[in-house]
């Protein structure tokens, strides 16, 4: 039984990053036995459920959407929030009474959850009936800890992150838009953070690697990869090779892939290069999620984010300059401890001259184990609850605005499939990442198409197609 450490995840100096290959050889044991997967948290998680969809389609399993008529209940779960943590264990409960009427019912969690000590022990001595715990850190474990189930609850998580795998097979959501890992955990130790504990260090993947992976992806139709990593703009500054984002976007895009996008950006590694590199090269989509989380630089130098109001402003205004259509999202936390009116008013005041395209608010979370858990906070939860509306209200004022811009206009759409609600919709997404949903056109999914934009609302579009040519 392996058991994380948080603090261990700061240890680990090699720079060495080494490249394992996964064995792929499963007997089907469990043929006719069904898994229900539910995976919580960002795109990274999201990803890592395709792999471990694999897994388990290789084991034999087939996928339920009911949760009732599994055999096997995987939790991919996320730690970057208290209340992510509270939707798992709220979960574990429904599973839990399951397997009272179920008792051969397989429970299995895994994810950054999974990576923390307190977690962990807290499912030893209060949720027995959990049967497998895996990390971030082994996924690949999870076909042997199924093969070789013992009776009693099985953990197998480790602190330290081993070694890169390539050639992992996925089974993925999409057959036209795919995730593709540059590189997994983070060096930034934001101080309110919980991924560098979870995911570990930063550990980029060979660029020929990635490339190859983006011409594989092309070659079975796939039109749009999206580059993975919790900070991308620091791609390749781990590695002993010297060439960094700019130029893994620059190989990218060479492979001729239709659309290439990438998340998330750290204002702090991003260059002057990287910005031309996106505004020359046309695959690569001009869309930016560029996380500001504060507007004032007191809170910036306790969350330890390392630019100030000015630098993030300076980089936004270089940005827009040199990519005339980008649109820029944003991730906001309100309520870091003792944030008062004014650094809130910051904050609003960034918004206020960005006009951000959209952002993803959030009220702050203490998490264990981080510096910023350890502050003593004097906002009450009111008043941080009260923050959070005003500035949803801005945000949302501003999307809907930005939207309101493209009326008229004609935007290539990527089509990816039914508009789950009406049948007789599809949806999709334009070159800046906005949804919209277009009246018939089923015949267009997996193809990017001139659309017409006739609607706005603050978190989508409507349209129709207006040529059959893209
Ligand atoms: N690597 C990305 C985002 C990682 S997590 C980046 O640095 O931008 C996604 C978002 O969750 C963060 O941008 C932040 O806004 C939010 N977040 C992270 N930790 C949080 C916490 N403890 N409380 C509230 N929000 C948090
Ligand atoms: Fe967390 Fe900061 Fe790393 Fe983003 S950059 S994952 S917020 S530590
Ligand atoms: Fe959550 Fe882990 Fe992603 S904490 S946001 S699933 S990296």
Redesign the pocket.
């Known amino acids: 039984m392996h058991i994380p450490d948080l603090k261990k995840a700061r240890i680990r100096s090699d720079k060495k990053v080494l490249e394992k290959q996964i064995e792929y050889n499963y007997p089907a044991s469990f043929l006719n036995k069904k898994y229900f997967l539910r995976t919580y948290g960002c795109q990274m998680n999201m990803h890592d459920s395709e792999e471990i969809r694999k897994y388990l389609e290789l084991l034999g399993f087939q996928e339920t959407t009911v949760l009732e008529e599994s055999d096997l209940v995987v939790l991919n779960t996320c730690a970057i929030r208290e209340n992510a943590h509270d939707k798992v264990f709220g979960y574990l409960g429904r599973c839990k009474h399951l397997k009272i009427t179920k008792p051969d019912l397989i429970i299995a969690l895994g994810g950054c959850m999974a990576q923390e000590q307190n977690v962990v022990k807290e499912i030893q001595e209060k949720h027995p009936y959990v049967d497998i715990v895996f990390g971030t850190h082994n996924i690949s474990d999870l076909p042997k800890m199924l093969l070789e189930k013992k009776k009693s609850q099985e953990i197998e998580v480790y602190s330290i992150e081993g070694d890169i795998y390539e050639g992992i097979r996925y089974s993925r959501d999409s057959k036209i838009c795919a995730w593709v890992n540059i590189m997994y955990g983070?060096?930034?130790?934001?101080t309110?953070?919980?991924?560098?504990y979870t995911?570990g260090k930063q550990r980029s993947r060979k660029l020929e690697n990635i490339v190859n992976e983006v011409l594989e992806l092309k070659k079975n139709g796939y039109k749009e990869v999206t580059l993975l990593g919790?900070?991308v703009n620091a791609y390749g500054k781990d590695l002993e090779e010297n060439y960094n984002f700019k130029d893994l976007l620059e190989q990218v895009s060479k492979t001729g892939i239709e659309r290439i996008r990438f998340v998330?950006s750290?204002p702090w590694d991003f260059t002057e290069e990287m910005i031309d590199c996106i505004r020359t090269h046309e695959n690569i989509m001009p869309y930016i999620h560029l996380?500001l989380?504060s507007g004032s630089d007191r809170i910036l130098k306790l969350m330890?984010?390392r630019y100030t109001k000015q630098e993030y402003l300076n980089l936004f205004k270089l940005i827009k300059e040199k990519i005339p259509n980008v649109s820029i999202t944003t991730d906001i936390i309100v309520g870091f401890p003792n944030e008062t009116e004014e650094d809130f008013l910051d904050t609003l005041d960034v918004v206020n001259t960005c006009q951000f395209d959209s952002a993803f608010t959030f009220i702050y979370s203490p998490r264990e184990g981080t510096p910023a858990s350890q502050i003593k906070d004097n906002v009450t939860m009111e008043e941080k609850e009260s923050r959070l509306q005003r500035l949803n209200a801005l945000v949302n004022d501003y999307s809907l605005k930005k939207n309101q811009l493209l009326v008229n206009k004609i935007v290539p759409v990527l089509i990816l499939g039914e508009n789950e609600k009406d049948k007789n919709k599809v949806y999709g997404y334009t070159d800046t990442m906005k949804l919209i949903n277009i009246n018939g056109g089923k015949e267009f999914i997996g193809s990017i198409v001139p659309v017409k934009v006739l609607d706005a609302k603050s978190f989508s579009l409507d349209g129709e197609i207006v040529s059959e040519e893209s």
């Not at 983070?186 to 934001?190: L, S």
């Not at 309110?192 to 560098?196: A, D, Q, S, T």
């Open positions: 983070c060096d930034k130790f934001c309110y953070c919980i991924v560098p995911r919790q900070n998330t750290h996380p989380q330890g984010r």
